[in-house]
């Protein structure tokens, strides 16, 4: 059975830091394109970034360029999005999803992804 698992969220001061990790079980991620999406309360889920299979490309959204870093350990079948210097709008599930669609470059398109994780909470707030 194909699984993502999302886990290092939690609530966070602005200015602050989280990591989030993406674990895959019963398939290995080499061969996907993993992105990072968030919805907040009331809003359409939208993306955040993503990474190619071999982690030669990845894509940001403009709203968190030169402060979220996405990475990727196949040898750990894991992607990890390391988010700084938060902002309380940046409050938000967040969902890691794989996609077979991608293999160059990757786009933030929610309809190209196959396989979600259940996602993880990450509040910004003092």
């Known amino acids: 059975q194909l699984q993502l698992v999302e886990s290092g969220g939690g609530l966070v001061q602005p200015g602050g830091s989280l990591r989030l990790s993406c674990a895959a079980s019963?398939?290995?991620?080499?061969?996907?394109?993993i992105g990072w999406f968030r919805q907040a309360p009331g809003m359409e889920r939208e993306g955040v970034s993503c990474?190619?299979?071999?982690?030669?490309?990845?894509n940001y959204a403009d709203s968190v360029k030169g402060r979220f870093t996405i990475s990727r350990d196949n040898a750990k079948n894991t992607v990890y999005l390391q988010m700084n210097s938060l902002k309380p709008e940046d409050t938000a599930v967040y969902y890691c999803?794989?996609?077979?669609?991608?293999?160059?470059?990757?786009?933030?398109?929610?309809?190209?992804?196959?396989?979600w994780g259940q996602g993880t909470q990450v509040t910004v707030s003092s």
């Open positions: 999803a794989a996609s077979v669609g991608y293999r160059f470059m990757c786009l933030m398109r929610p309809d190209d992804y196959e396989t």
């Open positions: 990474i190619t299979g071999s982690g030669g490309s990845t």
């Open positions: 019963g398939f290995t991620l080499d061969y996907f394109a």
